[in-house]
């Protein structure tokens, strides 16, 4: 089954409801074809601009629907129960549309040939499509010609082209949107773009929203090993950002890029000005020693909230303040324990926390656990993928992606040979790098579940890689070491 059959369905479906020529049996199908889309992907960015383009005009630019079949390629593969139900769903769908007509279906878009109520043998112009659209049905001819016309004029779909068949001639041309297989990403030749120190350790990496800028926590020197935050543009090497605090362990940039949460020990996080020197931060959200001593924080996906895990004696929060003005929000008691790192899923409905093996994700509007799991290992960082998909973890030598929903392992990728330390999914969410104690970075392609890239060269001796990070896009990873020294990467497949 083509994620281009699905797209085509779904416009088909939308047009019916602009136009009024509902079809009361195909429509529930697809109906229940798109529930399952929204309960997957309801708020993946391509998703939701597909589903506006279709309901509102009843046509899809191609550039949507390209994206469109992108995100279902990648649930597809990656999630064999999405897969399985969302085929049952397109099966029926086709039963009923074949039932209708005695010409073979009018939504199979592989062969190229039919869109629509479309259905021609051999390559036709649009001209010709219209042509035959109109004589098969005069009533609805005039109310959807122009729709008609926009959706088979779109030039292709995840490598398919609507209007022709088959994009070109080459019958082995992998198809956009689906990720590559580990042979051909592996063949980008990762190469160092840049190198350069921030002192003693490199605890955390951040890029800005914008992906211009890097901000890097790093131990330096000096009395009480003072944690020193810099922002850098990571082009030209310019520093345009400093801030001595003694926590930083966690960074986060605002959306907006203009301010940067920093936190981490000594019971200490706040909210600081992204470009400037800085002494204090413009707003200090926690300054209490006897808090736990560390404070997990991090900027909350599309809202403007920033959140801190505040632990005391006999239990744990999480505590949401207001950005920028800092003024305290929702708290939520998460019970006893201690709580040492935290992730948001990206639709900023869930966020997830771990202590030693044991892993949770809770509902962020109640503050009630939805599931409970155990990892492997002791678990040292965790991440959700960018659709909300995937929550992974770092546990032991491994990282394990989890079903946020049922708290299941979908499967663990293994091959570091010491602790892995971090995690971070690449944007697009094809491929995830884990920077372990053994002194090498490793990018795993998710649908090939292999390695793709072994980026060596930070010093084992020294924790190994310790921090990553991905601009915006995908197109450069920065990776830190516990000697300080700060890799930036491209081609990493």
């Known amino acids: 089954m083509g994620m281009e059959t699905v797209v085509a369905l779904i416009v088909d479906w939308a047009t019916r409801r602009i136009t009024g020529m509902a079809d009361q049996a195909l429509d529930a199908t697809v109906e229940r074809m798109w529930t399952l889309i929204g309960n997957k992907l309801g708020t993946h960015p391509a998703i939701?601009?597909?589903?506006?383009?279709?309901?509102?005009?009843?046509?899809?630019?191609p550039d949507v629907g390209a994206e469109a079949v992108e995100a279902l390629t990648q649930a597809?593969?990656?999630?064999?129960?999405?897969?399985r139900e969302l085929q049952a769903a397109v099966q029926a769908a086709m039963t009923l549309s074949a039932r209708k007509k005695s010409q073979p279906s009018n939504i199979d878009v592989i062969r190229g040939n039919s869109v629509g109520d479309i259905v021609a043998t051999g390559p036709v112009n649009i001209k010709q499509r219209v042509v035959n659209y109109a004589g098969r049905h005069p009533a609805r001819f005039t109310a959807i010609a122009v729709a008609a016309v926009l959706i088979l004029s779109s030039a292709s779909y995840g490598g398919v082209q609507l209007l022709g068949g088959v994009v070109g001639q080459n019958t082995?041309?992998?198809?956009?949107?689906?990720?590559?297989?580990?042979?051909g990403a592996a063949s980008k030749n990762p190469?160092?773009?840049?190198?350069f120190s921030v002192g003693d350790y490199a605890s955390a990496l951040a890029f800005s929203p914008a992906g211009d800028t890097l901000a890097v926590a790093g131990s330096t020197s000096g009395v009480a090993n003072a944690q020193a935050v810099t922002v850098r543009n990571w082009r030209s090497g310019e520093i345009v950002g400093t801030m001595n605090t003694t926590s930083g362990s966690f960074l986060s940039f605002s959306p907006d890029g203009a301010t940067l949460a920093v936190s981490g020990s000594s019971g200490q996080a706040g909210l600081w000005a992204a470009t400037g020197k800085q002494d204090v931060p413009a707003v200090q959200l926690l300054n209490d020693s006897t808090a736990g001593g560390f404070v997990p924080s991090a900027f909350v996906p599309k809202v403007a909230e920033v959140a801190t895990m505040i632990t005391g004696k006999n239990s744990c929060a999480m505590q949401f303040w207001d950005s920028p003005s800092g003024a305290p929000k929702a708290r939520l008691d998460l019970g006893v324990g201690f709580w040492e790192g935290m992730a948001f899923d990206p639709g900023s409905t869930l966020f997830a926390t771990y202590e030693r093996g044991a892993v949770k994700i809770w509902d962020r509007a109640s503050g009630r656990s939805a599931v409970?799991?155990?990892?492997?290992?002791?678990?040292?960082?965790?991440?959700?993928?960018p659709t909300g998909q995937f929550l992974v973890t770092a546990n032991g030598k491994n990282a394990s992606?989890?079903?946020?929903?049922?708290?299941?392992v979908m499967f663990t990728l293994r091959g570091h040979s010491d602790i892995v330390n971090t995690v971070a999914f690449r944007p697009d969410g094809n491929a995830l790098v884990t920077g372990s104690k053994d002194g090498t970075a490793r990018v795993w392609d998710l649908v090939t579940r292999k390695e793709i890239a072994n980026l060596p060269g930070h010093d084992a001796d020294d924790d190994g890689v310790t921090a990553l990070a991905f601009a915006l896009g995908g197109e450069v990873l920065a990776t830190g070491d516990g000697a300080g020294v700060v890799r930036l990467w491209r081609n990493i497949g």
Do not use: C, K, N
Request: aromatic content about 8%.
């Open 76 to 83: 597809e593969a990656q999630d064999h129960v999405f897969a």
């Open 172 to 183: 082995d041309r992998t198809i956009p949107g689906r990720p590559q297989a580990a042979e």
């Open 48 to 61: 939701v601009r597909f589903r506006d383009a279709a309901l509102r005009a009843g046509h899809v630019p």
């Open 372 to 385: 409970s799991a155990v990892a492997e290992d002791y678990v040292h960082g965790m991440a959700f993928s």
């Open 401 to 408: 992606l989890w079903d946020p929903r049922t708290g299941q």
């Open 191 to 195: 190469r160092v773009e840049s190198t």
